[in-house]
């Protein structure tokens, strides 16, 4: 009675531990699968933030390029602004000219008038 005892003892324990082993499998392939769901959906986060990554890349390689080109062409107005400035003062100085020597030429006349009609008078005293 003692040997089937220990018999019996011996096989529940045998049969605890297949459950116990069947319990622990299951466990750690649940851990597994959880553990790769955690994994997937990092990757998930991790694959986005790269695409974000190349993406933002990508505009502020064209965002530089218009910079860029927008500084290339305001160098441009800007020297075009200068020649056009320059072109306006050298009009400028050419009127000034051209307005004083209207003014000479004005007092030459002048001068020239008040001589003709001097000598005039000079040569004619008689018809003033």
Do not use: C
């Amino acid at each position: 009675m003692l040997s089937s005892m220990v018999k019996e003892h011996h096989a529940r324990q045998a049969k605890r531990k297949q459950e116990q082993e069947v319990r622990r499998k299951e466990a750690i392939e649940a851990s597994n699968e959880v553990t790769q769901a955690l994994v997937d959906h990092l990757n998930v986060g991790v694959a986005q933030a790269y695409l974000n990554q190349k993406r933002l890349d990508a505009e502020a390689k064209q965002l530089h390029v218009g910079a860029t080109n927008f500084a290339k062409q305001t160098q441009q107005w800007l020297n075009l602004i200068d020649n056009f400035s320059s072109a306006l003062k050298e009009l400028g100085d050419v009127e000034n000219w051209a307005r004083s020597i209207e003014d000479d030429m004005k007092i030459v006349q002048g001068t020239l008038e008040i001589a003709y009609k001097t000598s005039r008078q000079i040569q004619n005293p008689k018809s003033s």
